[in-house]
Each structure stands twice: as structure tokens, then as C-alpha cells.
């Protein structure tokens, strides 16, 4: 490997490693501001020692009984899932909801992956750039002719054409593409916020049936009554946070969306303008060459 080659990898890695970390740096505020106005999270406990702690937070893995519960846990909830599918709402608020958060995630599923494609082609010509920069440099030190000063040049305009690529593609995949899979999960998370209230809802009706069956037989009435209304208490308490989520959920989405969109596009106009220079001035370096 040569000099140069050395400089090229070392330069590309590290800005690999600053799109990364910036990558990393916009989820996790993200994240911490949406806990910190979160009007229950924001008072946790474990949230302060987080923000607060001033020492190394010693945190472990899950250990193999965890995640064999968890893979457990899943199976039982997907199993859930199927059985409640056609329970009926009856609230049209949360009916309307279900129908549009099952519709919004298979949209903003498919919107990911193809956003995600979209970056990686990004990246696959910032790579082809590379590859044709080098052969250029390589072939114009073999040739030591009157057209080294030319490749050189030609080879140069390729290298500041991939720096362009690579910049265009993290921006693409920080604005874009990490903004849908945000919301991608954040709605995967409001769908199980609804899973989570059908099944306190079903949970109630099968209380009702079993006080009625009590009354019926003249057995256990005070328990049957005491199970329905801890029933219509825990169904009426997750309807009320539900309905402030969701509410919350929508507001959140579109703030994101549009300051996010307008960003990318400003960032889009600025890289396309920096494109056309670049060739400009590849062009006129040539003609001089």
C-alpha cells in the first residue's frame, strides 16, 4: 500500500467514524428530549442516575434465560395478537387508529428499506470512485508521459467526487432514512400500545360475563364484582394514556418529518451545487492539463 493509499483509507475511515458518531449523537437526543417532556418519564428514577451519574455505569447483557424469556414472551404476544384480531373496538377513535397505524407502518416499512437502498447506492459509487481514482493515480505513474498531469488531475476530480458521495450519502441516511425508522418503530411501538389496551378490553368483557354467570349461579358475586371493576378501571386508565400518546405521537411525527425533510433539502441544494463546481472546476483543471 502506498502513501497516498494509506492517506485515502485513513480519511475515509474517519469520516465513516464522524457520520457514525453524528448518526449517533441526533437518535440519542432524540431520544432524551422526547423522555425529558414525557410528562411521567421525564420524574424516573433511573432516568436522573442516567443523566446525572458522573461515574462509569457498569451495564450488563442479557444473560441466556433472559433472552430465551424474551423469544418466549414474543411467541406468547404474537399468539395474543392473532386471537384479539378480530376483537371489536368499541371506541371509533381506537378502531380508526388501528386501521391507520397497521396502514402508516407497512408505508413507512417499505419507505426504510427503500431509503436504505437509496444510501447504499450512494455509497457503492462513493466506493467506485475510489477504485477509479487509485487506477488513475496508478496508471499515471506507470505511464510517466504527457498524460500524467492529465490523470492526475482526472483521478483527483474522482477523489473529491467521493468525499461529495460519501457526505451526500450520510446526510442522506441521518435525515431520511434514520427519520423513517425512528418512526418505523415508534409506530410498532403505538401498535402494541393498542395490542395492550384490546387486551385489557377483552380482559373486561370476559369480567362482565363471568359476574353475569356468578349472579346467575348465586356463587362468588362480590369477587366476580371486585375482578370487573379493577378490570374497567385498569381498561379506562390505559384509554386515557392511550388517547395522550397517540395525541402526542402525531404531533411529534410531523414536527420530525418537516424539519427533518427541509433539512435534507437544503442539504440536497447545497451538495448539487458543490457537485456542479466540482465538475466546473474538474473541466477547466483538465483543459489546462
Known sequence: MTKEEFSKMKQELEA??????????????????????????????????????????????????????????????????????????????????????????????????KADKMTRTHKNVADSYIKISGGLVQLA????????????????????????????????????????????????????????RLRCLSNYESANKALERARLKNKEIQQSENAQQHARESFDHISEIAKSELADFKTRRVQMFRKNLIDAAELEIKHSKAHVQLLKNTIQTLKEA
Open 141 to 196: 505513474t506507470i505511464e510517466n508521459t504527457d498524460l500524467s498531469k492529465f490523470l492526475n488531475s482526472l483521478g483527483d476530480g474522482f477523489e473529491k467526487a467521493r468525499k461529495l458521495e460519501g457526505r451526500i450519502a450520510s446526510d442522506q441516511d441521518l435525515k431520511i432514512s434514520d427519520t423513517l425508522r425512528y418512526y418505523m418503530r415508534d409506530s410498532s411501538a403505538a401498535k402494541d400500545l393498542l395490542y395492550r
Open 16 to 113: 465513516e467514524y464522524l457520520a457514525t458518531f453524528k448518526k449517533t449523537v441526533a437518535m440519542h437526543e432524540v431520544f432524551l428530549q422526547r423522555i425529558a417532556a414525557h410528562p411521567v418519564l421525564r420524574s424516573d428514577h433511573n432516568f436522573r442516575v442516567f443523566l446525572e451519574y458522573d461515574q462509569d455505569l457498569s451495564v450488563r447483557s442479557k444473560n441466556k434465560k433472559e433472552k430465551f424469556g424474551g423469544f418466549l414472551k414474543t411467541i406468547t404476544k404474537s399468539a395474543d395478537e392473532v386471537m384479539l384480531h378480530n376483537q371489536k373496538d368499541v371506541d371509533e377513535f381506537f378502531e380508526h387508529q388501528k386501521v391507520f397505524l397497521e396502514e402508516y407502518y407497512t408505508r413507512i416499512k417499505d419507505s426504510t428499506s
